[in-house]
């Protein structure tokens, strides 16, 4: 069964700490995508990578940055948790988009989350 | 990408028809309409796309407006399990970003 797996499903760090979540498909996808979940606000996204060492900013990249260094691997990085930090972090990927439609789809991780005390 | 509108919450009785709205009018010729659920814990599930025409998989119909400017999904006979966040997003697809907004919760109730 195909799968985006997230590396951590629970996380408790401390305010300053270095945060990496790590993402791997394994659909040799070309796109992938990091969004945070916070209740009310729905999914956000942070950052998205469409090729190996290709990344572009989504919504509310302040504090994060990601490595895609390979095609299959998509990290995101907190450099200095904060508490604003805490949240449920979802990993995306999906093929580049069937040229002839135009079309393409998601699949999602099981999620990661993260408290940061 | 298009903003969508859909309400906040919905109930539905178990083995009748949940039929979820959401309004994009701001939608243009090239971009999808692709509807996604999310149970309690998991991450979001693929559901349906569709561009211009209705579409029908296993798991729900699409209904899309001539215009575009809103689509319906239905889930023919809800059961228990089909509680869960729904969400509609417009997008173009390809390299494009997939912007989720808050979804509808639905309820199903026996």
């Known amino acids: 069964d195909v799968k985006v797996t997230q590396s951590s499903r629970y996380l408790v760090k401390r305010t300053g700490e270095k945060v990496f979540l790590e993402c791997v498909q394994d659909?040799?996808?070309?796109?992938m995508f990091w969004y945070r979940q916070d209740p009310g606000l729905g999914l956000r996204l942070i950052y998205f990578?469409?090729?190996?060492?290709?990344?572009e900013k989504g919504d509310i990249p302040e504090g994060y940055s990601v490595s895609r260094e390979k095609k299959e691997r998509f990290s995101l990085i907190l450099e200095s948790a904060s508490t604003n930090q805490t949240s449920m972090y979802l990993c995306?990927?999906?093929?580049?988009?069937?040229?002839?439609?135009?079309?393409?789809?998601?699949?999602f991780g099981a999620g990661s989350r993260l408290t940061v005390l | 990408d298009a903003k969508t509108t859909q309400p906040p919450s919905m109930d539905c009785a178990e083995g009748r028809a949940a039929n979820l709205p959401c309004n994009h009018s701001?939608?243009?010729?090239?971009?999808?309409v692709y509807w996604y659920r999310q149970i309690h814990s998991q991450g979001p599930q693929y559901i349906i796309h569709?561009?211009?025409n209705n579409e029908t998989n296993e798991m729900a119909s699409l209904i899309i407006t001539e215009d575009r400017k809103s689509s319906t999904l239905i889930l023919p006979h809800a059961t228990l399990r089909d509680t869960a966040v729904y969400y509609c997003i417009v997008s173009r697809g390809n390299f494009n970003k997939f912007y989720f907004g808050s979804g509808t919760k639905l309820n199903v109730k026996p």
């Open positions: 659909m040799d996808h070309e796109n």
């Open positions: 990578s469409y090729d190996v060492k290709m990344k």
């Open positions: 995306a990927s999906s093929e580049r988009g069937n040229t002839r439609t135009g079309a393409n789809v998601l699949t």
């Open positions: 569709g561009l211009k």
């Open positions: 701001t939608i243009s010729g090239n971009e999808y």
